[in-house]
């Protein structure tokens, strides 16, 4: 047997002899496990447990602070630090840290102790106002885009008291977390969640402004709310570890097609199996532990492909705590023996991971009567109903005018695999709103409803039966980026290992400036011979008039539809160099520095982040794939070459003819064209490493490297294919599948 192949075998049998891994659930002092409602949120220093710890009115200045997305005050900053310490200790925590999310897409964190001592040097637990609310990391080594140089390299992270302070458990011991932004001195913003939670202001400003125009003046604040549908693979460790390329960039770089791969449509929300349910159960309570209101788990339409779906959550939330989630599965995973993988296409020609964004926006601190009052959601009465439109025509109105930006913020190396791909919503932003709306918003345009009542006319058009029209029937578009569901919009483009948090700061960014033209024009149609519904519908039509182009009801994977979005005019931009471009273009920074949400520089360095990690991130795989070629696939080959080589041999100092000589000839010629194509490879990226900008790389990277790395991958499939199976020294497609 070819030795190449020994350690595959050894993971096939370790694989084989695993269990599903039990996990003890808390119990109750009679042994009873405890329903999820009695631990949920134990890690978590929510608002109840606030309220019973703090005197009362620095628990009022709190929330107050929260409602309406202040920064703490430092005169209640020590009350309410003491009030955390007390409550972590009894918890058995030993330290905190600042918890923020640099542009690395992950989160980061550095780790202080309680410990102290006092004036008479005795140890004890310390947490102070000051250090609940600011700390000051080494930060130089964070990617910053170039607004940081090394000689100014200070930044400070600070609590974000909207997001609940946490507990985060270790095998040993146990960290107070703090959600935090992350800024430079100047206040430039150097993470993911200082943008999001201005776009968060922003928004709730303007749909304030618009709800004020048509009477709702008692509307203090609206926030984004957001549903994240986490989709990912789990893989068994034992193969995961064998394949360097899934060790180092969590994509298989090469790997033959199985004869079975998801064609029979056999595993969408079929039985889940039973080692990955015992790994979701114990993935499920760490996260309710924290308060993450896990919900739906199904299998996806991949083999081992699995979907994790929460209750939605205001969106600095929800993208805090799709952060917590990600790190959880890939910790308990590792318990249960698998590695997850949240690479947005991990195996070729097999469903790749998105991270769906069901997002909408909600009111909020507005009192009882009007808080969670659902913007997007039609409503039942006809003033809901008109409510419903103007917003609705001001989402698309913000989607139209910066649809390169949304797909600007979902661009990336990995995303690119799967936008277009025939199974992901495509490169080109496009809205989706379904037969009924559609209906209702043909006969605005018609004018059909510019009755003498307006209010009944929309009633009469059957807005208010939307919800429960989309919520039964099949009119759901599974191929749209930007689809209505009913009282939300789902953006389904953001890649499974993304953050949400720049997707939905851009989404919440467009809405804003959907709606700043509504009120403009709303405010010019508000005449006195005008009533405020008449007023609306005008407003309304203008909307659906002006964005025509944007709206797509049918399959947004076919040729067709990107023939037609060329000639309506909308961007199709394929791949990420080109997605990124629309960041640095004039009118992206003129609307984003209008709305305060990033300054000319803060979006500048997010283009050289975001274009550097896709530079790096590709440079990786090349690297990646050349050793693997030149270590591991080539000699597979020459071993197998060399067998058959000396049986041809054999045969004819026997004088028989040989059977081998044919698979000899193949090989050889396969052999020589994967010498020839790596060749090619390397010379391309000798190209790109003469190139002196980030731009230019990603550019050659993007459309010539790329199909360079598919030309040496090809060989190596076909060398999968000839190579006798135990000479092959990388777990198959079949294997990792379908096994684990
Ligand atoms: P499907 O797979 O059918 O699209 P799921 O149940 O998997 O649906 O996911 C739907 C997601 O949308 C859930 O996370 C849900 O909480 C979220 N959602 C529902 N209503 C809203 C809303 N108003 N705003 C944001 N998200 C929402
Ligand atoms: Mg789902």
């Not at 008291?161 to 107070?176: D, W, Y």
């Not at 519908?537 to 002006?546: D, N, P, T």
Request: proline share 5%.
């Amino acid at each position: 047997m070819g030795s190449g192949a020994n350690a595959r075998f050894e993971a096939i049998r370790e694989v084989n002899r695993r269990t599903p891994r039990k996990f003890d659930p808390p119990r109750d002092e009679q042994g009873k496990p405890l329903r999820v409602s009695e631990f949920y949120g134990v890690n978590t220093f929510d608002l109840h447990k606030m309220k019973e710890q703090l005197p009362k009115e620095v628990y009022t200045k709190l929330v107050q602070t929260i409602d309406m997305g202040k920064k703490l005050d430092r005169e209640i900053a020590n009350t309410v630090a003491h009030a955390i310490k007390e409550w972590a200790l009894t918890r058995s925590v030993t330290h905190f840290c600042h918890w923020f999310q640099p542009q690395t897409g992950a989160t980061a964190e550095k780790h202080d102790a309680f410990l102290s001592f006092d004036d008479h040097n005795r140890p004890i637990e310390a947490f102070s106002g000051s250090q609940l609310i600011q700390s000051e990391p080494d930060a130089s080594s964070f990617p910053s885009g170039g607004m940081r140089t090394t000689f100014e390299a200070r930044g400070y992270t600070a609590w974000d008291p909207s997001s609940p302070v946490f507990i985060m458990e270790h095998t040993n011991g146990r960290t107070l977390c703090i959600p935090s932004v992350f800024i430079s001195y100047h206040g430039d913003a150097l993470d993911e969640k200082t943008a999001l939670l201005r776009s968060i202001d922003v928004l709730s400003h303007k749909a304030c402004e618009l709800l004020g125009l048509i009477g709702d003046t008692g509307v203090k604040r609206v926030v984004p709310t957001l549903g994240v549908e986490q989709e990912y693979f789990l893989i068994d460790r034992s193969f995961f570890n064998l394949r360097p390329d899934l060790v180092m960039t969590v994509r298989t770089l090469i790997g033959g097609q199985p004869p079975k791969g998801q064609q029979l449509e056999d595993h969408y929300f079929g039985s889940i199996p039973a080692r990955a349910q015992a790994f979701m159960a114990e993935m499920e309570y760490e996260l309710y532990k924290t308060g993450v209101p896990v919900k739906t788990r199904h299998n996806e339409v991949a083999p081992s492909q699995f979907e994790s779906a929460p209750i939605f959550e205001e969106a600095n939330i929800a993208t805090d705590h799709n952060q917590l989630l990600m790190e959880v599965l890939r910790k308990v995973a590792l318990r249960h023996n698998f590695s997850v993988l949240l690479h947005e296409k991990p195996f070729e020609g097999i469903n790749g991971s998105g991270k769906h964004n069901n997002w909408s926006m909600s009111i909020t601190g507005s009192g009882p009567d009007l808080d969670g009052d659902n913007l997007l959601d039609p409503g039942k009465t006809p003033h809901q109903n008109l409510r419903f439109l103007l917003v609705l025509a001001g989402v698309m109105k913000g989607v139209h005018t910066h649809a390169g930006l949304l797909r600007a913020s979902i661009a990336s190396a990995g995303n690119d695999h799967r936008l277009g791909a025939n199974e992901a919503p495509p490169a080109i932003i496009s809205i989706f709103l379904g037969d009924m709306l559609n209906r209702i918003l043909d006969e605005i345009e018609k004018g059909t409803t510019q009755e003498q009542n307006p209010e009944a006319a929309v009633l009469k058009l059957g807005v208010s039966k939307l919800p429960e029209v989309m919520k039964d029937n099949a009119d759901r578009n599974r191929t749209s980026p930007f689809a209505f569901t009913g009282n939300k919009f789902e953006f389904r483009a953001v890649g499974s290992s993304a953050s949400t948090a720049f997707p939905v700061t851009i989404l919440n960014a467009a809405a804003a400036d959907g709606f700043t033209e509504i009120i403009e024009s709303l405010k010019a149609r508000l005449t006195a011979s005008n009533t405020i519904e008449s007023a609306v519908l005008e407003v309304v039509k203008e909307a659906i008039l002006g964005t025509h182009p944007i709206r797509f009801e049918g399959n947004n994977y076919s040729e067709d539809w990107v023939k037609e979005a060329e000639r309506r005019g909308i961007p199709n931009l394929r791949k990420t160099p080109e997605a990124l471009a629309e960041l640095i273009k004039p009118e992206s920074k003129a609307m984003l520095a209008k709305m305060m949400i990033f300054t000319e520089a803060e979006l500048a360095s997010r283009y050289h982040v975001r274009t550097e990690r896709y530079v790096k991130n590709l440079l990786i795989e090349i690297d990646t794939l050349c050793s693997m070629v030149e270590t591991q696939i080539l000699p597979a080959a020459y071993a197998y070459h060399g067998m058959l080589a000396s049986a041809v041999l054999n045969c004819k100092s026997l004088g028989t003819t040989a059977p081998q000589a044919d698979v000899l000839s193949r090989l050889g010629g396969l052999i020589s064209s994967l010498q020839t194509k790596r060749v090619v490879l390397e010379a391309s990226l000798h190209k790109i490493e003469a190139l002196s900008s980030e731009e230019e790389k990603a550019v050659l990277l993007a459309h010539e490297v790329t199909s360079a790395m598919s030309d040496v991958r090809q060989v190596c499939d076909e060398l999968e294919s000839i190579v006798a199976d135990d000479y092959w020294p990388l777990p198959k497609y079949r294997e990792m599948l379908f096994l684990s």
